[in-house]
């Protein structure tokens, strides 16, 4: 079975700083992609990030960055000088081989403080 | 349409009542697939639909619940007998068929009330 555990139900942040959400994972599967979701108020769930596990480099998107450690199966995500519109659900995803569904996370309640 | 498309956002019904939810995905997407996010919850699969392969319907809850896809396109979810307990809201999501960059592109959910 495929898991995927936030362990941060709610996390803070002040504007401009940098905040890291943490995210572990179980698969047996060897080749597997993992997501960041961000979800606003407006229920729109969208990418944040991805990660191929096969690559050992870990993957960036602008303030955006991802921390993979793949033997201790954690994916946290750092947000570098965080905006207030950032404030947001995370969610922390796998997707194991094939064409299969999305494995989610509870989530991480993300406040940027003004 | 350039996204997914979902509709009713938004829909009460009473209890026992039965309610259909549709999902129009993004154009050349074969895969389709539904989720549930009960309030404070993350993401809960019920149900995926690949091309012309039969259905993967291992996350449906009940059997109250259904869907179909039609002409590979759009996607209808059907819930029967509606209970509160099946208050949440209902995303839909599509992506290309084979593994691609592995993303799922999402609607904006619709959002099940039972009184």
């Known amino acids: 079975a495929q898991t995927v555990t936030q362990s941060q139900p709610e996390m803070s942040v002040q504007e401009a700083e940098t905040v890291t959400l943490s995210c572990t994972y179980d698969t047996s599967e060897s080749d597997y992609y993992l997501f960041w979701y961000k979800q606003p108020p407006s229920r729109q769930m969208i990418l944040v990030i991805r990660q191929e596990a096969y690559k050992q480099q870990n993957a960036t998107e602008n303030r955006f960055s991802v921390n993979f450690q793949k033997a201790a199966k954690s994916f946290s995500l750092k947000i570098s000088d965080s905006q207030l519109g950032d404030a947001a659900m995370y969610f922390c995803a796998l997707r194991p081989s094939g064409n299969t569904p999305l494995v989610f996370g509870k989530g991480t309640r993300l406040s940027v403080i003004a | 349409g350039a996204g997914v498309s979902q509709s009713p956002s938004n829909k009460v019904t009473e209890k026992g009542k039965d309610v259909e939810l549709r999902c129009d995905p993004i154009?050349?997407?074969?895969?389709l697939y539904w989720y549930r996010q009960s309030l404070g919850q993350g993401l809960e699969f019920l149900i995926y639909f690949q091309g012309n392969s039969a259905p993967d319907k291992s996350g449906l809850p009940s059997d109250r619940f259904s869907a179909e896809r039609t002409g590979g396109s759009v996607s209808t979810l059907t819930i029967q007998r509606t209970q509160q307990e099946d208050s949440a809201v209902y995303l839909c999501a599509s992506s290309l068929k084979g593994r691609g960059t592995g993303e799922l592109f999402f609607g904006e959910g619709s959002r099940l009330t039972v009184l």
């Open positions: 154009s050349g997407h074969t895969a």
